[in-house]
């Protein structure tokens, strides 16, 4: 099962940073929503982060019906 939260090394993957503080400005100035958890380390959504660099933005667009261009 996977976890609801990005592991400690997806995220020095996504912010190429490995210190916390670090990591953390780097999720502030791209505007990822993350909490602080009790060891100090930033808790960022793994549905988020897939919804946002997977590209489900994208499919939204393309299920917008076509106009009815014979209407015109």
């Known amino acids: ?7 400690q090394s997806e995220l020095i993957e996504l912010t190429e940073r490995k210190r916390k503080a670090a990591q953390i400005a780097w999720l502030i100035a791209n505007q ?5 958890g009790a060891n100090g380390h930033a808790r960022v959504s793994r549905e988020y982060v897939l919804a946002r660099l997977g590209g489900a933005h994208l499919n939204a667009s393309r ?3 076509e106009p009815n261009w014979g209407a015109i």
């Open 1 to 7: 099962m996977m976890s609801l939260f990005l592991s």
């Open 32 to 36: 990822f929503p993350f909490s602080i």
């Open 63 to 65: 299920s917008r019906p």
